[in-house]
């Protein structure tokens, strides 16, 4: 059977990081991905500042200036009532879409020598001889001394390892698609109005952050809560447009003025904001396996990055046959950093964002917000690093 030091379940943002720290260090690093290079991936596309640094450690930082992404300096909400709020951010952060950023990590993961896989869906990992972990994917067993879990949201491998936030139903579903700006004055001023910012329009049950991505379009991504009448998924883009016409006039008003780019939206259901365990089995998660952040603090990739680079710290000078004692070990590092780092920003996102689907409440919150010199700049750092 095959034997490898690491394995790595999935070549997204965290993956590929990992796989690159650990790669660079001289590491030997397998990874196995479901999917191919480019692919559309469903996202808000804001790279927050913390973003940048991580990925500039990376190496990455030539090849993402050289896409031109967006600049978005500002933010700006609307609820339902029609009150605004807009307010500068405390960095830059950039518009730039998983299309491109996921095939430039995926590019710096095997340029860094790890042994990256496409097309491949890890099934199962179990234990196996020798003290290692035996993991199946596409018909074949692959033995290894560490497997990192970094498949994202959710998967079927949750299933076959049993973990508990699958026997939960998820309310949340997930819906992006790329626009252009309307030729004419409509599509001129709204290319005006959110040229440097990125805008978050809620409403009952959701909301739909937009901003510019490198290409030119509007990335147009929304969170709906379940039961949100006459919007499932498979629902025809025009009634999802209906609908949120009706449910905040600043959301009508923009999308009035965008037409759609891409022939479809992409859209995922049951997307898990409950807690879950960051190791099991042996099996270490990372980014979004490991917990989600809710989507308007634009800081799941971040999340993503400083995880893999702070399990790197963690594997780095990890023997490659830890056995189940020394990975056991390991495990319960991580779990400590991982919630030391990442826990309270989780819980400040959840709280902003169940505050953001409640008419009633999103529109105190942004009065507040407003009235409060510096709450603003307070909350978005309360959800960030750094
Ligand atoms: C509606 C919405 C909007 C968001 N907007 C933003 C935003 O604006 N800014 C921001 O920073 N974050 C945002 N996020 C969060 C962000 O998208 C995620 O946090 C980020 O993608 C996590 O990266 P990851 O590498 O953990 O997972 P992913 O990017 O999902 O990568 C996982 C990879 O694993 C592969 N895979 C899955 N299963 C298997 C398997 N069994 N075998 C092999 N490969 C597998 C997948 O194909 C994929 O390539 C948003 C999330 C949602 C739901």
């Not at 993961?109 to 990256?116: D, L, Y």
Request: include cysteine; charged fraction near 25%; charge should be positive.
């Amino acid at each position: 059977m095959e034997r490898v030091d690491f394995l790595v379940v999935g070549a997204g943002l965290a993956g590929a990081a990992l796989a690159t720290h650990l790669a660079a260090s001289g590491r030997e690093v397998l990874v196995l991905e479901r999917g191919r290079f480019p692919r559309h991936k469903l996202c808000g596309e804001f790279l927050s500042p913390e973003s940048q640094a991580l990925l500039r450690n990376l190496g990455c930082e030539p090849d993402i200036r050289d896409l031109e992404p967006a600049r978005i300096t500002a933010t700006r909400f609307s609820v339902a009532s029609g009150r605004e709020l807009e307010f500068p951010l405390p960095g830059e952060g950039l518009g730039l879409s998983r299309y491109a950023l996921d095939a430039l990590l995926y590019a710096r993961a095997v340029a860094a020598g790890a042994r990256v896989e496409v097309g491949v869906e890890v099934t199962d990992v179990a234990p196996g001889p020798d003290g290692d972990l035996v993991v199946q994917a596409g018909g074949r067993a692959v033995r290894a001394g560490w497997v990192v879990a970094a498949h994202g949201r959710r998967a079927r491998l949750d299933r076959a390892l049993s973990r508990p936030f699958m026997a939960r139903a998820h309310p949340f579903m997930g819906l992006k698609r790329h626009h252009r700006p309307r030729s004419g004055p409509e599509g001129a001023r709204l290319a005006e109005a959110l040229a440097g910012h990125v805008e978050i329009h809620a409403f009952a049950g959701g909301y739909c952050g937009m901003s510019f991505v490198e290409t030119g379009e509007v990335n147009v991504c929304m969170l709906l809560q379940g039961g949100l009448p006459s919007v499932g998924e498979g629902a025809p883009w025009a009634r999802v447009v209906a609908h949120l016409s009706a449910a905040n006039p600043r959301l009508a008003e923009r999308l009035g003025a965008l037409e759609p780019s891409e022939p479809r939206p992409w859209a995922v259901a049951q997307v898990p904001f409950t807690p879950k365990e960051v190791h099991r089995g042996g099996v270490l998660f990372l980014g979004d396996a490991a917990g989600m952040i809710a989507p308007l603090a634009g800081d799941g990739q971040a999340m993503a990055l400083a995880g893999a680079e702070a399990l790197a710290a963690l594997l780095r000078a990890a023997p490659g046959r830890p056995g189940p004692a020394g990975r056991d070990r390991v495990a319960e590092a991580w779990d400590r950093a991982w919630r030391r780092r990442f826990a309270l920003r989780l819980k400040v996102g959840a709280a902003l964002q169940a505050r953001l689907l409640e008419p009633a409440a999103a529109d105190r919150t942004l009065r507040w917000v407003g009235a409060v010199p510096g709450l603003a700049g307070l909350l978005v750092r309360a959800t960030r690093e750094g």
